[in-house]
């Protein structure tokens, strides 16, 4: 499956933005899907997750409550919607397909997309 994430961008602290994910070549739904994300000099780092139905999501400490992975298996894509968003967020954002289980670890996944930058200014 290829991935192809969007949505990042420039934007002030305590703002929104939404990434979105979108899959081709292979049967979308049969993918769990997780964010992931690599800040500056740190390394790669889990995000949220969600299963092949969307019935089941995981988020890392630092962004529960403020994050929302969904998914859209008509479309074949999956959402990242991050409110209230932090200077510390700035990272490099990527979309991971799992072709078994939802998954938080890197490993595990089978596909990754390019990535897309979001940047908070304080």
């Known amino acids: 499956v290829q991935l192809q994430a969007s949505g990042g961008g420039l934007v002030q602290a305590g703002g929104s933005l939404r990434l979105s994910c979108a899959a081709s070549g292979r049967t979308f739904s049969s993918y769990a899907m997780s964010w992931f994300r690599q800040a500056p000099g740190k390394e790669r780092e889990f995000v949220a997750a969600?299963?092949?139905?969307?019935?089941?999501?995981y988020y890392a400490d630092s962004v529960k409550g403020r994050f929302t992975i969904s998914r859209d298996n008509v479309k074949d894509t999956v959402y990242l919607q991050m409110n209230s968003l932090k200077p510390e967020d700035t990272a490099i954002y990527y979309c991971?397909?799992?072709?078994?289980?939802?998954?938080?670890?890197?490993?595990?996944?089978?596909?990754w997309g390019q990535g897309t930058l979001v940047t908070v200014s304080s």
């Open positions: 969600i299963s092949r139905s969307g019935g089941n999501t």
């Open positions: 991971a397909a799992n072709n078994l289980v939802v998954t938080t670890r890197q490993y595990e996944c089978d596909y």
